[in-house]
Nanobody, 124 residues
Framework: QVQLVESGGGSAQAGGSLRLSCAASGYTYAMAWFRQAPGKEREGVGVVASGQDYTFYNDFVKGRFTISKDSAKNTLYLQMDSLKPEDTGMYYC????????????????????WGQGTQVTVSS
């Protein structure tokens, strides 16, 4: 059983930055960030595979968010720049021990472990 602990959420002005962290207690193959705004469905933000063999982003964050993983610390990061009010929501870290096909990376259904979430609020 792998535990995921997120940190780094908070409030920012539009155009500002925040950095999220997710520490995993054990081995993970793929780690990802998802988010869910009030009244909306959960959506994938970005995912990175073990060793960073691949990194994918959802289109709405390309060029603004950067996902990275420190394998030595087993920690996933999400650097969020040029924040917009529509980035407001609960951000969740997710992880899986096995390979996930590319077409399913942002569905969320293959991830075995989830963090408790961290709130991000962006004001205009």
């Amino acid at each position: 059983q792998v535990q995921l602990v997120e940190s780094g959420g908070g409030s920012a002005q539009a155009g500002g930055s925040l950095r999220l962290s997710c520490a995993a207690s054990g081995y993970t193959y793929a780690m990802a960030w998802f988010r869910q705004a009030p009244g909306k469905e959960r959506e994938g933000v970005g995912v990175v595979a073990s060793g960073q063999d691949y990194t994918f982003y959802n289109d709405f964050v390309k060029g603004r968010f950067t996902i990275s993983k420190d394998s030595a610390k087993n920690t996933l990061y999400l650097q969020m720049d040029s924040l917009k009010p529509e980035d407001t929501g609960m951000y969740y870290c997710a992880a899986n021990e096995k390979y996930i096909p590319r077409g399913r990376l942002f569905t969320g259904i293959d991830y075995q472990y989830w963090g408790q979430g961290t709130q991000v609020t962006v004001s205009s």
